[in-house]
């Protein structure tokens, strides 16, 4: 028998959940929250240059600058997953 984390249902979840870690009060709580598939269409150059211009003065001002850019990373994900379907 393998171990739960060779299973394919561990695998699956493993990839398709994302974790953050929040302070609260002094206690540090762990969310899990699902993946959408379609950000799997993120490029790499959108992330490698999010990352460089993000601004990293507090965790606020991280958040608030991922915040402001949601709908730029929204419109080309989906563009590229719609994108994806296209046969020639």
Not at 49 to 58: D, L, P
């Amino acid at each position: 028998m393998r171990p739960y984390y060779q299973t394919n249902a561990y695998m699956f979840f493993k990839y398709h959940t994302g974790n953050v870690e929040v302070q609260k009060d002094n206690d540090i709580m762990t969310i899990y929250f699902p993946i959408q598939p379609v950000t799997r269409f993120l490029t790499d150059t959108t992330k490698i240059k999010f990352m460089r211009i993000v601004n990293r003065e507090s965790n606020q001002h991280k958040i608030i600058d991922l915040v402001s850019k949601t709908p730029e990373f929204i419109d080309e994900m989906e563009h590229l997953e719609e994108r994806s379907h296209d046969f020639i």
